[in-house]
């Protein structure tokens, strides 16, 4: 992604922190010159370190997905307008986000019972703590849907992060920066924001 250097992160661990809190990705992909974008739910596995997903056997982007094409995924979390008059100083608009692009390799993932352990592994993730709901292997409907669902799992090649949150303001703007994105995104994230912007 463009620079400059201070809005980018190789910051491992808070790109996962994107991933997990905001886990809808798009997916990006080509063949024969033509980009194919899916949005789907994409996981982070903690004990492989690769990322893991399915989709509908029917989307044409399938095809692009031969064992060790490489894909794109991009994260997309808070983001917002900062209008000049949110600033203590004189300043221009400007639009503060936070983003993170995966780059990486496809292995698909063919048999019944491993395809079914990633709908059941994304499930669990997507539950989140309160688990109101719990997909299990047995699960006859998943029986009848593993047919015409392609799962597959990415090995990651490059993390980059792009974290644009006014630090090229001084520090009572880029507080008031931040206070602004807080306010313009849902309650439930605010640890998180508050959490990256404590190791910038």
């Known amino acids: 992604m463009y620079p400059p250097a201070h809005h980018q992160s190789n910051d491992i661990q808070k790109m996962i922190a994107v991933v997990k809190q905001f886990p809808l990705g798009m997916l990006v992909s080509a063949k024969g010159g033509q980009p194919f974008v899916t949005h789907i739910p994409i996981i982070y596995h903690e004990t492989t370190g690769k990322l893991v997903a399915h989709m509908d056997k029917e989307n044409p982007q399938v095809e692009t997905l031969m064992h060790g094409a490489e894909v794109t995924v991009i994260f997309k979390g808070p983001d917002t307008y900062i209008s000049p008059s949110v600033y203590s100083t004189k300043q221009l608009p400007t ?48 029986e009848r849907l593993i047919n015409y669902i392609q799962a597959f799992e990415i090995t990651i090649t490059n993390w980059e992060g792009k974290f644009k ?28 924001i508050e959490s990256i912007y404590k190791s910038l």
Not at 112 to 117: D, G, H, P, Y
Not at 169 to 185: R, V
Request: aromatic residues 8%.
């Open 95 to 142: 639009w503060n986000y936070i983003m993170v692009h995966i780059t990486g390799t496809v292995t698909l993932i063919h048999e019944a019972e491993a395809v079914k352990q990633t709908m059941v592994d994304m499930t669990h993730f997507l539950e989140g703590k309160a688990q109101k709901f719990e997909l299990k292997k047995e699960d006859a409907r998943m």
């Open 165 to 192: 949150l006014s630090q090229d303001k001084n520090a009572t703007d880029f507080e008031l920066a931040k206070q602004e994105l807080i306010k313009n995104t849902r309650p439930e994230d605010t640890n998180f």
